[in-house]
Nanobody
Framework: QVQLVESGGGFVQAGGSLRLSCAASGRTLTNYAMGWFRQAPGKERDFVAAISRSGGNTQYTDSVKGRFFISRDDAKNTVYLQMDSLKPEATAVYYC????????????????????WGQGNQVTITS
């Protein structure tokens, strides 16, 4: 079983940047697609970004395209979410998650298809 721990969150002014990290332990992340989701107060946990097992396929929710970038370093067993030009509406708890094995180099935007989750990391954007 894999354990996922997010870090890198905090407070930042609108227009600023943060990089979230998701470190895995228990086993390697190699061969698993990974995703980032976020949950604002009183709202559902929504998809933000996903990366395939090779890193060659990435998907983003429309509101973050061109500003957020997901990447992975399998040697460090870590997935990252670089967040630039942050807006106050990005304030949320951010979660990383591991998807079950895909037969191909696919990703999923669906929360229910992810098997393991981190504990979440608060990101607060001040205006």
């Amino acid at each position: 079983q894999v354990q996922l721990v997010e870090s890198g969150g905090g407070f930042v002014q609108a227009g600023g940047s943060l990089r979230l990290s998701c470190a895995a332990s228990g086993r390697t992340l190699t061969n698993y697609a990974m995703g980032w989701f976020r949950q604002a107060p009183g709202k559902e946990r929504d998809f933000v970004a996903a990366i395939s097992r090779s890193g060659g396929n990435t998907q983003y929710t429309d509101s973050v395209k061109g500003r957020f970038f997901i990447s992975r370093d399998d040697a460090k067993n870590t997935v990252y979410l670089q967040m630039d030009s942050l807006k106050p509406e990005a304030t949320a708890v951010y979660y990383c998650a591991e998807h079950g094995p895909f037969p191909n180099d696919e990703v999923s935007l669906f929360r229910g298809s992810y098997s393991y989750w981190g504990q979440g990391n608060q990101v607060t954007i001040t205006s």
